[in-house]
């Protein structure tokens, strides 16, 4: 993404390009079977742990439930094909070293350790947990080698195929670590946009981790009941294998900063195995309950109690007792409980919701593919393009061009991603942009109605700023008086003049010019450094003599509880603890609020008198506040609080810089060529825009050339 030095990890693409050229099948294809057959491949791995360890029936419930499980077929689903992957060589790894005295140990250091390198080779954050997970199953054994009944180097072949297999791959690694660990890595914090997401979307609750004790705990007490003793190296490890991953996703109290949740993947498989013992072991206890409960039926269908009941209904119910053998009954308790799993644990998916996921992480389509197609075959080798996050991944494989993709910052891995991928959320969603780091607001431009502009709150939360309230060109209405007749128009239906973005070190602002033959309308829209009240002029002027200006019509979409005023209009919105407010200055206009719902909308009319030129000036900000302590007050407090921000709308209050976006300057910046949009929502702005040419349009997605 933007140039520079990649961390695609190699062993993967190495595998799918082996398969390509001796097969000749297509490279989706290949992708495609690649991760299925791996994915069963894990299945197969389930089956043949559990197998080794308890029992031939349990490991066939553990591979029917890891067939079905939830976080392997969302994986499957969003593309995550190397870490499908290593989630089937760790535990393999871990198989052989539990199995290892049936081979030799030369045979199994050979296996384990190629094994161990392409885990290194194909996804380096599945090796990171093979090293943590294999470490304290290495460090826990010997410590407890007495209680655990080995001997204290029992453990230590394990480290051998990790320590070789990181040897093998080692030309790879030593350039890898420095970008993981340096100021060019994101897992130190560096930087703190990036930081502040995985704080705000990616953290696990930290009673996940008490929770996870449950199975742990229960893997040794399944271990005395089928082996007699407690704790057993393979104990040891399935529950070493919950738990490391399990606290490791509160690794940001020590200053790691990684997705969180991807720690959770790599607990599946122990997890899946533990339930398939719970229902193994409850169907074999619960089997027996019922089958000496039926002992107490004498042949002839009557109660050892000696309730008396007609013949008829004694032959039924003794024909219908002969089945139900313990053996009978385990297969039905087996049957009811995988069921009640699929059913009712969130782990595990049932073929609707299967479908459902599948739907829902849906990015190709063949219309979608033949796009890509046409990109490869249409545009110049090397065009830089730009798009979403998840078009993105396939525009830069499949049609094999430079690819700016719009990433969240939580899923971004270097520091240097994050600047192109800011900048194709921006492109994407906007033409211009201001962020002084209290309010944030960003202008769609004049070629569409849709945010002109939008101001958006500033949250210590999140990143993510907060949409609170906009205007629309299209409903920016001006009602003038030609020749005496009545006539009205919106912004929106003038022709653009011009628009631009100009900034310093202590504002910037946005300028839009339209005009016809009747009238010219100029808005201005700035930000000041340190200020959380942006300043909004709107100057309609008539350009001919026999055309008076009567009304000027603004409508507001809010959000929130409305709080009016003769100087300020107000909305509270409750839940975010977040208010918009408007500071009216040289005049008042007529405030009428349409609708009291959570969006609602505002009209500020105000009444020009006939004038040819006159001007609009009001002040918008955006700003989070704490709820009253005394909840009973809460209406008391918050129209103080208003009436304060509005007394200090220009007081500055941060010493923070000015951020912005212009995306013409942005195009020229990271050359970029096309635009691939699939929101059809934003398709007008970059049809109406002669910035960019129209070279492909369909209903799922659109290509834009950017004009030279």
């Known amino acids: 993404m933007g140039g520079g030095v990649s961390v695609t990890n190699p062993g993967y693409h190495i595998f799918v390009v082996f398969v390509i050229s001796m097969t000749g099948i297509p490279d989706y294809l290949a992708h495609a079977l690649v991760a299925s057959f791996f994915s069963t491949l894990t299945v197969l791995c389930a089956f043949l742990i559990t197998r080794s360890l308890w029992t031939e029936n349990s490991a066939f419930v553990a591979a029917f439930l890891m067939a079905v499980s939830g976080g392997d077929v969302a994986m499957l689903m969003w593309g995550g094909y190397p870490n499908v992957i290593t989630l089937m060589l760790i535990p393999l790894v871990f198989y052989l070293f539990l199995q290892r005295l049936r081979f030799s140990f030369f045979s199994f250091i050979m296996a384990a350790s190629l094994l161990a390198s392409a885990v290194f080779l194909t996804h380096v954050f599945s090796a990171f947990m093979l ?20 001997s204290k180097t029992y453990f230590m072949p394990l480290a051998i195929p990790v320590i070789l297999g990181a040897a093998l791959a080692s030309p790879y690694l030593v350039n890898l670590a420095p970008l993981y660990l340096s100021s060019e890595g994101t897992v130190t914090g560096a930087v703190a946009a990036i930081r502040q997401a995985l704080l705000s979307t990616r953290l696990v609750p930290v009673d996940l981790v008490a929770l996870s004790t449950i199975p742990a705990l229960l893997f040794f007490a399944f271990s005395r009941v089928y082996k007699g003793k407690a704790f057993t190296p393979s104990s040891v490890l399935l529950a070493l294998w919950i738990l490391i991953p399990t606290v490791l996703t509160q690794s940001y109290m020590v200053g790691l900063y990684l997705d969180y949740n991807r720690f959770l993947y790599f607990i ?17 206890f619960f089997s027996r309950v019922i089958t000496r409960l039926l002992e107490k039926v004498d042949a002839s269908g009557k109660f050892v109690w000696e309730i008396k009941t007609h013949r008829t209904a004694r032959r039924f119910l003794s024909m219908a007792m002969k089945p139900l053998t313990q053996k009978n009954v385990y297969v039905l308790l087996i049957f009811a409980f995988l069921v009640y799993s699929l059913v009712c644990l969130p782990i595990f998916m049932a073929p609707n919701v299967g479908i459902q996921a599948a739907k829902f992480y849906q990015v190709i389509t063949p219309v979608k593919y033949e796009t890509l197609q046409w990109i490869r075959e249409s545009t110049p080798a090397g065009s830089v393009c730009v798009t979403d996050a998840l078009y993105g991944w396939w525009l830069s494989g499949f049609a094999q061009r430079p690819t700016l993709s719009a990433v969240d910052p939580q899923y971004l891995i270097l520091a240097r991603e994050y600047a192109p991928a800011t900048m194709a959320k921006n492109l994407l969603d906007t033409d211009y942009l201001i962020d002084n780091g209290l309010i944030q607001v960003r202008h769609d431009g004049g070629y569409v109605g849709r945010h002109n502009p939008i101001f958006l709150a500033k949250l210590n939360s999140t990143p993510f700023p907060y949409p609170f309230f906009h205007l629309n060109s299209s409903e920016t209405t001006i009602l003038f008086r030609k020749n005496g007749h009545v006539e009205e128009t919106d912004l929106i239906q003038l022709p653009l003049e011009n628009m631009w973005l100009a900034n310093d070190s202590d504002h910037a602002t946005i300028y839009l010019v339209a005009r016809n033959n009747l009238l010219k309308v100029t808005q201005t829209t700035t930000v000041y450094k340190g200020c959380q009240f942006a300043q909004v002029n709107i100057t309609v002027e008539s350009e001919v003599e026999n055309v008076q ?12 509880i409305p709080f009016i005023n003769n100087e300020t209009a107000a909305m509270v919105d409750m839940n975010m603890q977040v208010i918009g407010q408007i500071v009216f200055l040289n005049e008042k206009p007529a405030v009428k609020v ?11 009319l105000y009444n020009v008198k006939g004038e040819r030129l006159d001007t609009v000036t009001f002040f918008a900000g955006v700003y989070s506040y704490e709820h009253a ?57 970059f049809m109406r825009d002669p910035a960019f040419d129209t070279l492909l349009i369909n209903n799922e997605v659109a290509v834009f050339k950017v004009k030279n």
């Open 549 to 560: 200006i009567d009304w000027l019509r603004l409508v507001l979409h809010v959000k929130g």
């Open 268 to 284: 599946v498989l122990p997890v899946t195995v533990f339930v398939a013992l719970l229902i193994d072991h409850g169907a074999r």
């Open 131 to 150: 090293i943590c997970i294999a470490g304290a199953v290495i460090f826990v054994g010997t410590a407890f080698s007495g209680k655990i009944g080995c």
């Open 629 to 685: 302590a005394d909840t009973e007050k809460q209406n008391e407090y918050l129209q103080e609080l208003i009436r304060k921000s509005a007394e200090h709308y220009a007081t500055e209050i941060a010493d923070l810089p000015i951020e912005v976006f212009d995306y013409k300057t942005a195009l020229k910046e990271w050359r970029v060529a096309y635009v691939i949009v699939r929101d059809a929502e934003s398709f007008p702005r």
């Open 594 to 604: 349409y609708t009291s719902e959570n969006p609602s909308s505002m009209e500020l």
